[in-house]
């Protein structure tokens, strides 16, 4: 477990936003992206008919949809235990093997950190 006081401000800032997605939309997960400019952006999962992502995926989508080359920090609010590979690549595709992704539960508390890819 990562100590959630731990954590810096920005990085604190990404798992409250994406706890906030998660809870106002009503969905199974919430996340939270920072870019190389200090832009956020944020999603839940998305599930219609013909679309299914998940929220860091959309993330990250959101990122590259607005010009975002890279990525510094990711965070993924879910009662999951593990941030699926799937995820981990996309934040790798933009931010590089190595950018950190905070797993935090729905209370906010992060349970780890791990690298994209």
């Known amino acids: 477990m990562t100590d959630s ?3 810096d401000a920005e990085d604190r800032k990404i798992v409250t936003l994406a706890r906030s997605a998660r809870a106002r939309n009503g969905v199974p997960e919430g996340a939270a992206v920072r870019d190389e400019t200090g832009r956020t952006y944020v999603a839940g999962t998305v599930e219609l008919p013909s679309l299914r992502l998940s929220a860091l995926r959309t993330a990250v989508a959101m990122a590259v949809a607005s010009g975002a080359t890279s990525l510094e ?3 993924l ?4 235990e593990s941030v699926p590979e799937a995820d981990r690549t996309a934040v790798a595709d933009l931010g590089g093997i190595g950018t950190p992704v905070l797993l935090a539960g729905p209370d906010g508390t992060v349970r780890l950190t791990v690298s994209a890819g």
């Open 5 to 7: 006081n731990a954590l």
């Open 73 to 75: 920090a990711a965070a």
């Open 77 to 80: 609010v879910t009662e999951a």
